[in-house]
């Protein structure tokens, strides 16, 4: 099992390594994804045991496709999908502030990867249908499904060519559809990295916490949605939900991230619990999971040590492996240790073939 609880001299031999990360050229697209899924009846403000629910239909999805920075032959068909969490766009993995710092992308794009970071279905530039009744966690894997067979075939728009490996990386929510992609359709995935998750929940209540709320009520951004669509209260709420201690962050970061919120629904709130649950017995490519020390809702022992319990959901996985970052709590690519955890990312990816 692989873990890593990195020094402060890593950490700061990784921010200061960042520097050098430029900007990537990217293409961006609104493209039209179709899918069907089973949903669950939550018409009576709960989710059932069972999906019930047929849900289909086509959605304009924003598309970020970023080629590398600098050219690694071995890693020239190798893709990086992105999931971002909830109350967040694809700005969570490729930040505006300080983004040779923050921004994973080019991060990604330096070491020569391609990626892959799009807003989820109701959030940014996509299509935001029902709240309640479309945007629940399985039709979110179904349609995240369809845009990976697109790069795999290779009609993603700005390139051409087919990918031979798809890593995944997902946060928070995003790493719970991509942990039930795993499970309901494993092929699809090489490598899946879960950041902000764990299949247990700890202290921290995100929803009660973060107070979240109707977001046309919070946000002027938001005037316009229906009462389904949700997000955080304020600045304070969001940090004592989603961050660690306050010199594990720079003001600024918080402030930006605030600025730059973005949405969850009704649907997601509702189903998220059942999501991070699934087990994905059939998946047997590389799983590594990474984690904020500080991260209050997955993080049920101190020091996020139930990581270590998290390999038996994989049980055909060919490696199943963990790692901690001190400082850092749950938006670990807010916190000033996020070099590090990209550093932490790099090297499991090296070590393992990608």
Known sequence: ?????????????????????????????LVPITASAT?????????????TLPVSGTFDIHLRLCAPTVP???RARTLQVLIHGASCNEEYWDSTFKPETYSYV??????????????????????????????????????????????????????????????????????????????TAPDLVDAAIFTGFAHTFGPTDPITVAKFGPARDIDPRFADLPPAYLTTLNASTRAAAFYGAPDSYEPDALAWDEAHKDTTTTGEVLTFQGGAAAEAPSFTGDVFTINGDAD???????????????????????????????GAGHSVNFHIAAPAAYGAIQRWLNEHGY
Not at 3 to 10: I, P
Not at 39 to 51: C, E, H, M, Q
């Open 1 to 29: 099992m692989y873990t890593s609880f990195l020094s402060l001299s890593a950490l700061l031999a990784a921010v200061l390594g960042s520097a050098t990360h430029h900007a990537p050229q990217c293409t961006e697209s």
């Open 39 to 51: 949903n669950f009846d939550l018409s009576s403000g709960s989710a059932p045991p069972n999906a």
């Open 72 to 74: 690694v032959p071995s």
């Open 106 to 183: 080019r991060h990604a794009a330096a070491q020569g990867y391609w990626t892959l970071n799009f807003a989820r279905l109701g959030d940014g530039e996509s299509a935001r249908p029902d709240g309640i009744d479309i945007v629940q966690v399985p039709f979110e894997v179904a349609l995240v499904s369809e845009i990976i067979k697109l790069a795999r075939a290779g009609r993603l728009p700005g390139e051409h060519s087919s990918f031979e490996k798809v890593v995944i990386l997902g946060h928070s929510f995003g790493s719970i559809t991509l942990n039930n992609i795993v499970a």
């Open 296 to 326: 209050g809702i997955f993080c049920t022992k101190p020091g996020c040590a139930n990581l270590a319990d998290e390999a038996k959901f994989y049980p055909a996985a060919r490696s199943a492996e963990f790692a901690v970052i001190p």
